[in-house]
């Protein structure tokens, strides 16, 4: 298993231009998520994903969209891109059940390092 | 609101020492903690994952325990190494916090030669 993908690794981008950030998991897992992480932040989450056809807001989802329209891949929208989404994300994922008492690992990518100039 | 702490924020230590990272969190109402592994530029790496009715987890020489109703969670590294070298990140699943993960900013550790 390749586990989580994430292209590109690095990406510079002007203020108001958009681009999406991809994320992939071969491990069948329901849940996916992004986060951003930040120094003095920590991380956090922006989108979540339970399964295909679903999407809900995290902690800082404003300026991202999301959408899931396959259980692999959930690509992470940036509309128009402000010196404040300057950030490193990242793409997680696990299993999930309808009742999240039962939790599972998370499992994150390796990270697109982003730049908004 | 969840919050995660993690103490300290850097730390150094010779090879070969024992050592103990620190996480705490404010609301105990939680499913699991998880320690992750960050190397400098690289992703999260799972090394540990607690469950709430669990009090401690061990994989070679780590071993996690939790303490949920005082809200602590303690990671210890037996016979340190340099290759153990990076930053450990705590978070916990929340009752309340739906799907979401709540992070620690981490303990950069470095062991020296």
């Known amino acids: 298993n390749a586990g989580v993908t994430q292209t590109p690794k690095f990406q510079v981008l002007k203020t108001g231009q958009s681009m999406t950030l991809q994320c992939a998991q071969d491990m069948n897992h329901e849940y996916m998520s992004w986060y951003r992480q930040d120094p003095g932040m920590g991380l956090r989450l922006i989108h979540y994903?339970?399964?295909?056809?679903?999407?809900d807001q995290g902690e800082v989802p404003n300026g991202y969209n999301v959408s899931r329209s396959t259980t692999e891949d959930f690509p992470l929208r940036l509309l128009s891109a402000a010196p404040s989404q300057t950030s490193v994300y990242f793409c997680?994922?696990?299993?999930?059940?309808?009742?999240?008492?039962?939790?599972?690992?998370?499992?994150f990518g390796p990270g697109t390092r982003l730049t908004v100039t | 609101k969840q919050e995660v702490t993690q103490i300290p924020a850097a730390l150094s230590v010779p090879e070969g020492e024992n050592l103990v990272l620190n996480c705490s969190f404010t609301?105990?109402?939680?499913?699991?903690l998880q320690w992750f592994r960050q190397d400098p530029g690289k992703g999260l790496t799972s090394l540990l994952l607690i469950q709430s009715s669990q009090r401690e987890q061990t994989s070679g020489r780590l071993n996690a325990s939790l303490d949920k109703s005082s809200g602590r969670s303690t990671l210890y590294i037996a016979a340190s190494q340099p290759g153990d070298s990076a930053t450990y990140l705590c978070a916990v699943k929340g009752v309340t916090s739906g799907s979401r993960l709540t992070f620690g900013e981490g303990t950069q550790l470095t062991v020296n030669p």
């Open positions: 997680a994922s696990s299993y999930s059940t309808p009742s999240l008492a039962d939790t599972y690992e998370q499992y």
């Open positions: 609301d105990s109402a939680i499913y699991n």
């Open positions: 994903s339970v399964g295909a056809g679903i999407t």
